[in-house]
């Protein structure tokens, strides 16, 4: 879709032969920094699905988890560049949203800035509750509620005083993460590499099991499915670098470090779990705590339910502050009502933070009044946005990557790979997922 240059003007988008330029934004600061932007796309990455929710994926798979995240991390990077060719050419508030809205139409646009802001309030309130959970291990005493609405209380509010209280934040929060999955990997290694204090399993556990795919193919693919959702978050860089004070160069470098980061944090920690404890031990419940208590590290649950509060907190922090832009850009182009448009002195869209975290409450409440119906439904269905939203994504850079090519070829600093051959190979991937999700009954209401 090409938009007039009245329009473009309001949106701080020009048009040079029609190709989108998309220019600084006026209305927010730009006070995020380069080292921000790098760990908020780590942080993005390294999430609690990862601590936690790996352990599905494990009990189905056996050891061949890890190539159910391989897959899985593949196609998340080949987005990723995808995001990085597109954001680097023409960083604005709204990133992807925008990108569909002038590539594919006003309503593919509208559907991706929505679907979008539904999956990361969605995420608040998970988050919320999680964390509340994780708090309670310490403190038993005291209401899963009351943690719960301190922490959305927290959280609002430091997304509220400035984008760079979030950067802040997010970055102690993403080295916090970094951290500690690179001290995982390197005592894991040793670990299994028998180098440790006490003897380590070696590889025989990667086969020693009913074989390193025990139950088949299959839940390796469906594996692939449910490992989606861990990925997501990362796509945050290409949303923040309209804030950015050198966007196109956080951009590049931030989309960089989790191509270059994501198989190995991910994949890499994954094989050292199912090295380290039998992939149907009963203890593979809790993946990265009982790894540690198998090297036999002192209140291995102690630190690895304080490492999995910063994830949670992390992406709480990240959920507020994505939704809040995204509802923000919806609001440019008249697809959110006008007065969420209001930004307070210090660069802040006030009103659309409170929108999320306010949608973020009514759903922490529905978790309590309703959890099998209301709050089921949210859960089941927010994962599967993400695809969608990836998929929206390629289409996108599929044709704004041409009509750069053509126009503005001197914008393209980050290229997709053989362009237009693995744009196409991420589509069919995306919509291979999005078949298999009909056939697996866990599956089917979520889709």
Known sequence: MIVTQARSAQ?????????????????????????????????????AGLFVGSRVVIQSAGPAASISFLLTGLLVILVMRMLGELATAMPTIGSFYEYARIA?????????????????????????????????FWLP?????LLALTLMLALTVSNLFSVRSYGEFEFWFASIKVAAIVVFLVLGGLFVAGMWFTPGPGLANLTGHGGFAPNGILPVLTGAVAATGFYFGAEIVTIAAAEADEPARAVAKATNSVISRVLLFYVGSIVLVVAIIPWNSATIVTPYVSALSAMKIPAAAQIMNAIILTAVLSALNSGLYASSRM???????????????????????VAATLAGSGFGFVAVFMSYVSPDTVFAFLVNSYGTVALFVYLLVAFSQLRLRRRLEAENPERLVVRMWLFPWLTYVAIAGMLAILAAMAFIPDQQLPL
């Open 11 to 47: 949106m701080g988008v020009a048009l040079i032969h029609d190709v989108p330029v998309l220019e600084a934004q006026p209305d927010l600061r730009h006070t995020l920094k380069q080292r921000h932007m790098t760990m908020i796309a780590l942080g993005g990455v390294i999430g």
């Open 104 to 136: 594919l139409g006003d309503m593919a646009g509208f559907l991706t800035g929505w679907m979008y802001w539904y999956f990361w309030v969605i995420v608040v309130a998970l988050e919320a509750i999680a964390g509340a959970d994780l708090i309670r």
């Open 141 to 145: 005493e005291v209401p899963q509620w």
């Open 327 to 349: 509802l923000f850009a919806l609001t440019r182009n008249g697809h959110a009502p006008a007065l969420l448009a209001r930004v307070s002195g210090n660069g802040v869209p």
